[in-house]
Each structure stands twice: as C-alpha cells, then as structure tokens.
C-alpha cells in the first residue's frame, strides 16, 4: 500500500514512509489518494466537508482506484485479506458488511456509502449519523433526561466525582443518587466514568491508577452500581505512542491492580492506541475517544475489538452540551440501582490491626517514622500514611488474602533479576519463598512495591511500601499504607547470623552482595508484619539466607 500510495502521488506528498507500518502519513495518503479518486480540488489528505459532500456510493461499476481505497481501508482495519486490485468482488463485499457489523453502522449490508468509507479512514466517521449513547459532564435535570429521550438516546455515561470549568464557571459534574432516580426513571441506562485530572501526561503513574482505582470504586458502590459494572478510567490526552509504556501502560496496570479486589470491572477511555494497548493489559472494555480524529492515538490506529463505546461528535441539546456516541452492546449501562452495605474499617482501626501482632504493635501512628529495628547490620523504620504510595513508581505487586499474588510473579522476577540483579535460580528462590508465606493476615487485599534507593558492594538501602484495601476482608473508608525503609550490611549479616557460612566462601559468588542483599531486603521486608521481636526478623532471615545460599553456592562457583 506505501509502495502504491508513494508510486502514485510521490511529486505531490513527497517519499512516504515505506517500512510497512500504518501511521498518521499512510492514512492522510489513503485519505489523498481517496480525494484523487473521485476528484476533490486542493486534495490535501484531510476528511472536511467538500470531500464528505463528494463522497459517493461505491460500486462494482466505481473506479479501479476508489475501488482500491476501500480495499486498503478495509485492510488496515482488520475486514480484508484478498487482492489490491480495484475490483469490488465479493471479499470486497463480505468485508463491507463485516466492517459494519463490527463498527455497529446499520444497514448490514454491502453498500460503500460515506458513513462506511469515512468510518474506514476516519476515527470519527460520518457524524450524521445516529446512534444511542451519550456522555455528559452536566448533572441532567428532569427536562435534560425527556431530551434525549426524545432524541432516541438510551445509554448515558456519567462521572462519579469531580467538577468542571473555573471561577463562576465551576460546576459539579459527578453524579448523584437523586440524578440516577431521574435517568432511570426516564428509560435510559447509565454507565459510569472517572476522571479527576488526566490531563497531562505526568498524571499517569502506577501509584496513580491504583489510587484512582480506589476512590471510583469507593464512589460507584456508594451509588449502588451493580457488581460486574464496568468503571470507564479517562486518559483524556493525546499520548505519544513512544511515552505510553512509561506513562499509561503503568497507569492501568495500578487501575486493574486496584478493582483486582473489587465488585468492578476496569474499563479506559481514550485514544484508539491506548484503547489497544489497554485491551492487551486486560481492560474489559474500551470507551474510544474517536471524536478527537487529528490525534496522534487515533489517527492510523485501528478500532480495538473490546470497545463497547465510540464518542464521535459533540453538540448541545437544550442547552446542555453532549458527546454522542456509538455503543456496541458490550456494555449496555445499568437501569438497576442499589447501595449495598459492606463492612467499612477506619485507615486508623486498618493500621491498629495490622500492627496488633507484630513488632510495630504500639509504635506506628501516621506520619511518624520509627526505626523497630537498630543493630550494626540491619536498621528497619516504617512509617505509616493516610495516601497511597508507590515508591520509586516501580512494579507494584497484589496482595490477596494476606500472600503475595503468584499471578504477579513474572514481573517480580523481572525486578529480580534487572533491579537486584539477582541470578533467575535466586529469584525462583525469593517467589517461592513469597508465595508460600504470609505477608499478614490481616491484610485481605492490597498491594507492594519496591524501590531501591541506593546499593554498593556492602550497603544495601530498600523503601517497601504496602497499599492497604482491605483489612479482615472490611473495606477501609480511606487510604492506608505503610512504608518500610531497609538498610543492611549483607556480608556482615551472613558473617554474623547465617551459621556455616563464612563472608570468604561467600565473597566466591558473583555479585555476593547484591543477591544477599536483595534476599534480606525483601524476605525482612515480608516478616516484619507477622514477627513479635526483632530477633524473629533476624532469625527468619538467617533461615531463609540459609537455605538460599546452599542451594546458590553449587551452582554459582
């Protein structure tokens, strides 16, 4: 297709880029060659109003080169695998009517009308055409809701917190129980959206989604949402594709992470690429932000297979301005409210619990650091907080019913064997290890990420940070979590405390000294919630650096 498109219109576009991939320059291209094709003066590769009037319905008797144009769009939109010939043959056909069924642009049928051409160049479409869903960030009033019931609306996307606009402009947009009462009531369905900031890309963190994930949960089940609802998370910025695995990918990992122990369902919304890069991760469903077609994220990206709804256009109905969009029946929203009383602990009660039977029983308040342990080789402090942490922005890892989650193990060992630099055999080691002991008890739903702050050959310093959701199986009312700083002399520690081994049989190791190190930071940084004194920490060290090592030594001199 580049070789054709670049073959073709070269002394007007230039050299295209020919390697094979479609982006933003191939799709203007296909959108030019379309213009070519059915003769739009001053053809510039952008879909505005003279070539939507002079779109015309393809036929088999259409032009080999307009013919071809539906053959390419077809094709990098997934609906296509037969010749680029320009003869409208039935492939041609069967991808039409796949396409529309897919995209939900009735009739299901043949016909290569604009709302199915434009619908395969474009990420917004024809925006003529109807559909049955809407979004708002307006509090709908009674008149509201007989609106756009009126206008053939049946599904509504709400925000359940936060507020738009500035100075006297300022408005709340989250919905309310007296408002659902009323969109129910009206015949509509509703589905719901988060979106308190989102609108630069250093919002988008792992600890960010997590917390995110926390307060839209919070807030649709005091609502009454329906356990199985879908929560829509915005990224409401045109993200780079070459920032998105720093920024997003993280984001919603912390957001899937986050509802991973809740009644919801983690959704995004967002360009088409990071709709694609959230249906890889997991999301449930994808809300497409079509309606910005000159983004980066949309433009040369095709439609995730995941979506449930497309926003494509925006306009005001009585007023009150709206996003319409198309819906694919994947989610069809909710008619069906009810507020369900679940057990709630305080963050304050959490912390309580969690300390009652371990050494930091007494000792930890929020906002304090104390140091529970102080020898020569190992110093331990932790310090509680009513916000969720992710120290360092690393990997953070589930905690489900007081274990470390095996489901999270792959990317542990990768912080393993990058961050610690530890051999795979001891990181097999450290997992297994987690896996089978018992973070605390207490802690029914949770998570842990690690940070390493500095390292050298005989000093080793670690922040491990515990995000608390729930405790005893009650959901805390607030945030919760503790952060436990770790600084060790390894070779000093195996001298002194793990018998049998001397530090010259260990010093015969590669990298003696990170291994041991990591393998103290992480196994102290487990037992501490669960030890009564600090000579239990020791001593579980001891015994588990014990049994890695005679296992390490053989097979690493």
């Not at 659902?180 to 369905?189: P, Q, V």
């Not at 819906?327 to 679940?342: E, I, L, P, Q």
Request: proline share 4%.
């Amino acid at each position: 297709m580049q070789q054709y498109l670049n073959g073709k219109f070269s002394d007007e576009l230039g050299i295209l880029p020919c390697d094979g991939i479609y982006q933003r320059d191939t799709n203007t291209s296909l959108i030019f060659a379309l213009q070519k094709a059915i003769g739009v003066s001053g053809a510039n590769g952008n879909y505005g109003p003279g070539t939507i009037s002079a779109t015309p319905i393809v036929t088999s008797s259409s032009s080999a080169a307009l013919i071809r144009v539906i053959q390419y769009g077809l094709y990098v939109n997934g609906h296509y695998s037969g010749n680029f010939d320009g003869t409208y043959n039935s492939s041609v056909a069967k991808g039409i009517i796949a396409f529309r069924k897919f995209m939900n642009l009735p009739p299901f049928t043949d016909t290569a009308d604009l709302t199915l051409i434009k619908g395969l160049l474009t990420s917004n479409g024809n925006t003529n055409r109807e559909s049955n869903t809407l979004d708002a960030a307006t509090q709908l009033t009674d008149t509201d809701v007989n609106n756009l019931k009126r206008n053939g609306f049946q599904i509504v996307g709400r925000y359940l917190t936060g507020s738009v606009g500035v100075g006297s402009e300022k408005r709340d947009k989250n919905l309310t129980t007296a408002e659902i009462n009323r969109i129910t009531a009206g015949g509509l369905n509703i589905f719901p959206i988060y979106e308190d900031g989102g609108y630069e890309e250093s919002y988008f963190t792992s600890s960010q989604g997590y917390k995110d994930a926390f307060i839209a949960s919070t807030a649709a089940r005091n609502l009454g949402f329906p356990e199985g609802a879908t929560i829509y998370f915005a990224v409401d910025v045109d993200v780079q594709d070459g920032d998105i695995d720093r920024t997003v990918r993280p984001y919603m990992v912390g957001v899937i992470n986050g509802l991973a122990s809740t009644e919801f369902k983690p959704g995004v919304y967002g360009t088409r690429n990071v709709c694609l890069h959230g249906e890889e991760l997991g999301m449930n469903c994808s809300f497409v932000a079509d309606m910005s077609y000159g983004w980066s994220g949309n433009l040369g990206f095709k439609m995730p297979e995941n979506w449930a709804f497309d926003q494509f256009v925006e306009y005001p109905i009585g007023g009150t301005p709206i996003d319409q969009g198309a819906s694919s029946g994947r989610d069809k929203g909710h008619n069906a409210f009810n507020v369900r009383h679940v057990p709630i602990i305080s963050p304050s009660d959490a912390l309580k619990a969690i300390a009652s039977n371990s050494l930091l029983k007494g000792k930890v308040n929020f906002d304090k650091k104390v140091t529970v342990i102080n020898e020569p080789y190992l110093i331990v402090s932790v310090t509680a907080s009513t916000e969720f942490e992710n120290k360092g922005d690393g990997l953070a890892f589930n905690i489900k019913n007081g274990k470390f989650d095996p489901k999270d193990s792959v990317g542990l060992n990768e912080v393993l064997t990058t961050v610690f630099h530890m051999p795979d055999s001891g990181a097999d080691l450290v997992i297994d290890y987690l896996g089978k002991t018992t973070i605390s008890s207490e802690i029914t739903a949770g998570n842990m990420s690690f940070k390493l702050s500095s390292s050298s050959d005989k000093l080793f310093k670690m922040s491990v940070t515990y995000n608390v959701q729930k405790v005893e199986d009650k959901i805390l009312s607030g945030e919760c979590s503790m952060t436990l700083d770790i600084e060790v002399d390894p070779l000093t520690f195996v001298t002194e405390k793990v018998n049998g081994f001397t530090s010259s049989v260990v010093q015969k190791i590669p990298n003696a000294g990170k291994i041991i190190g990591a393998a103290i930071l992480l196994v102290g940084a487990v037992l501490f919630l669960v030890s009564t004194a600090p000579v239990d920490i020791i001593a579980g060290i001891a015994g588990f650096l014990t049994m890695l090592l005679s296992k390490l030594i053989p097979v690493l001199e």
